[in-house]
């Protein structure tokens, strides 16, 4: 009796499967930013052929992760300090005009909508893991741009929270992860009361202080290992 057949590998997916490998190992630190992308090493780590690879840096390449250099390298993009400061300032502006237009909701809706961003909070208070507190900052802004009801400013997220993300594990710490979430927790209480002008202040210092926060871990790192600056590990907005 001949052994049964296995299914064969659907090139798009392994294709897809490539791309998320490599994107996560960005994502999450392990190709830091300045990591050379070398295809032959890529492939051989990951068991594949080198076609799927040069397709995935390509991809990524779209996304802003990599950057082509000349003799046909590759490397991971920077996020420079100029295009943080860029996302944070129009943060700083569409967060509390955001967190202002919920405050302005139905009593019921402010309050099931506080509800959703305190469960947040309250799984964030069980984990000291980087990689799920970063996935629970995100999801808390999400649903506050979410319940705005504006696809424009829900694209302006999406759109730039990898580069939000990327500059939160490379500067984030344990000290402001605390700071982070009172912050959130603060706003969520405004929201429930109604508070519009309070919670948009509240939202306005939080990206601002998030922002001065990444500036000063970047001169901490800037000035070397032996320069006191912030203690790493968790998601800085």
């Known amino acids: 009796m001949s052994p049964e057949r296995m299914d064969a590998v659907d090139p798009p997916a392994l294709a897809v499967l490539v791309v998320d490998r490599i994107r996560d190992a960005i994502m999450d630190g392990r190709l830091p930013p300045g990591s050379q992308l070398v295809q032959r090493d890529l492939a051989q780590q990951l068991g594949v052929s080198r076609e799927p690879v040069k397709h995935a840096l390509r991809v990524l390449e ?68 980087g990689v799920e507190l970063a996935v629970l900052d995100r999801r808390f802004h999400t649903l506050l741009y979410e319940a705005a009801d504006s696809e424009l400013m829900l694209r302006f997220l999406r759109a730039n929270w990898r580069d939000i993300e ?6 984030s710490s344990t000290s402001w992860v605390s700071v982070s979430w009172r912050e959130h927790r603060e706003i969520i209480e405004a929201i429930r009361r109604g508070e519009v002008e309070e919670v948009s202040e509240c939202s306005r210092e939080h990206v601002v202080r998030a922002f001065e926060w990444i500036a000063e871990s970047a001169r901490a790192d800037a000035a070397g290992p032996d320069a006191t600056g912030p203690d790493a590990t968790g998601p800085v907005t």
Do not use: N
Not at 68 to 93: G, H, L
Not at 123 to 129: I, L, N, P, S
């Open 62 to 129: 779209g996304e802003g992760l990599v950057e082509a250099r000349p003799r046909r390298t590759s490397v991971v993009a920077e996020v420079s300090m100029k295009a943080t400061w860029e996302i944070y300032e129009a943060r700083s502006c569409l967060e509390p005009f955001i967190a202002a237009k919920v405050a302005r909701y139905p009593d019921a809706d402010r309050e099931r909508l506080a509800a959703q961003l305190t469960e947040l909070c309250e799984q964030a208070d069980r984990t000291h893991d």
């Open 166 to 171: 990327r500059v939160m594990r490379r500067t």
